[in-house]
T-cell receptor, first 113, second 115 residues
Framework: ELKVEQNPLFLSMQEGKNYTIYCNYS?????LYWYRQDPGKSLESLFV?????AVKQEGRLMASLDTKARLSTLHITAAVHDLSATYFC?????????????FGTGTRLQVTL | GAVVSQHPSRVICKSGTSVKIECRSL??????MFWYRQFPKQSLMLMAT?????????EQGVEKDKFLINHASLTLSTLTVTSAHPEDSSFYIC???????????FGPGTRLTVL
């Protein structure tokens, strides 16, 4: 059974600080996604990582994928309060019509003033 | 970007009744749709995958007779929770993708409360 674990589960950080969220998974995959979820809302797509070594950046967030280590990271630079949300990684397994996402445990980020 | 809608956004029903949730892809053809359930402060759990015109594939532990999924067209999938009970109360989210494209698009979710 595929396991997708995120670390930490909860993160409280001050504005202006940097931090990294880790996503470890237990099977071979070269497709990984990061999503943001605000309370009571659905998912917002952040990044799509489709190959080993992929790195993508948007604003204060940067995501990377190491398929050999089965690890993805989401790095937060100079956090601001608006980044407070829950972040999920999701691993894509299977191909074609059998492709499906398995979500990580989630990391709840709280950015304090 | 592609848009996926869900209806209703919230529903409250009595125990024993059935509830239907619709998921529509508004500006693309969804060859595959996914249904997830999310309990408070937990992750999303995949319930089933449906391909247009085919029977849905359910994840282990999900009762197919209780959660009826229909994907009759390339823009519409429905999830019917039959004989709902309080433990079925949850946030249900659909997702859609089109053939050959990795990206999934998520609906806004439906909050089901069973009294």
């Amino acid at each position: 059974e595929l396991k997708v674990e995120q670390n930490p589960l909860f993160l409280s950080m001050q504005e202006g600080k940097n931090y990294t969220i880790y996503c470890n998974y237990s099977t071979t995959s070269d497709r990984l996604y990061w999503y943001r979820q605000d309370p009571g809302k659905s998912l917002e797509s952040l990044f799509v990582l489709l190959s080993n070594g992929a790195v993508k950046q948007e604003g204060r967030l940067m995501a990377s994928l190491d398929t050999k280590a089965r690890l993805s990271t989401l790095h937060i630079t100079a956090a601001v309060h608006d980044l407070s949300a829950t972040y999920f990684c999701a691993v894509d397994t299977g191909t074609g019509t059998a492709s499906k996402l398995t979500f990580g445990t989630g990391t709840r980020l709280q950015v304090t003033l | 970007g592609a848009v996926v809608s869900q209806h209703p956004s919230r529903v409250i029903c009595k125990s024993g009744t059935s509830v239907k949730i619709e998921c529509r892809s508004l500006d693309f053809q969804a060859t595959t749709m996914f249904w997830y359930r999310q309990f408070p402060k937990q992750s999303l759990m995949l319930m089933a995958t449906s391909n247009e015109g085919s029977k849905a594939t359910y994840e282990q532990g999900v009762e197919k007779d209780k959660f009826l999924i229909n994907h009759a067209s390339l823009t519409l999938s429905t999830l019917t929770v039959t004989s709902a009970h309080p433990e079925d109360s949850s946030f249900y989210i659909c997702s859609a993708r089109t053939s050959g494209v990795s990206q999934r698009y998520f609906g806004p979710g439906t909050r089901l409360t069973v009294l």
